[in-house]
């Protein structure tokens, strides 16, 4: 597959390969916006979202799929895609690195 970004109808990016990211995993974030009025006021909105992410196996990369308002949608989906790309559908943990380990 390809990740890529698109600037004037042209799209640039580098080819992955899919045997890379073994694991389907569903993760839960917000997304908010703020509003500003000429007075500086201020009026912010969050919402939850729900993306499905292709996962190396330590999970430190992760490549966004699709994002979802409801976690039963996204559930559903991570399983077929899952299903459809021989991928384990699993729950995102990161692995801990040594660097890390040795400072706690």
């Known amino acids: 597959f390809r990740e890529y970004t698109s ?5 640039r990016g580098s080819w992955l390969k899919l045997s890379d990211y073994p694991d389907v ?32 196996p330590t999970h430190r990369t992760r490549v966004p799929i699709k ?5 039963a949608e996204a559930k559903d989906f991570a399983q077929h895609l899952a299903s459809s790309l021989n991928k384990r559908s699993t729950r995102f943990s990161p692995k ?4 890390t380990m040795r400072r706690r």
């Open 96 to 99: 801990i690195s040594e660097a």
């Open 67 to 71: 994002s979802f308002k409801e976690p």
């Open 25 to 56: 995993a569903v993760l839960s974030g917000k997304k908010g916006t703020t509003v500003r009025s000429l007075s500086n006021r201020s009026t912010s909105t969050a919402e939850a979202t729900f993306t499905v992410h292709l996962l190396t």
């Open 7 to 11: 600037v004037f109808a042209i799209k």
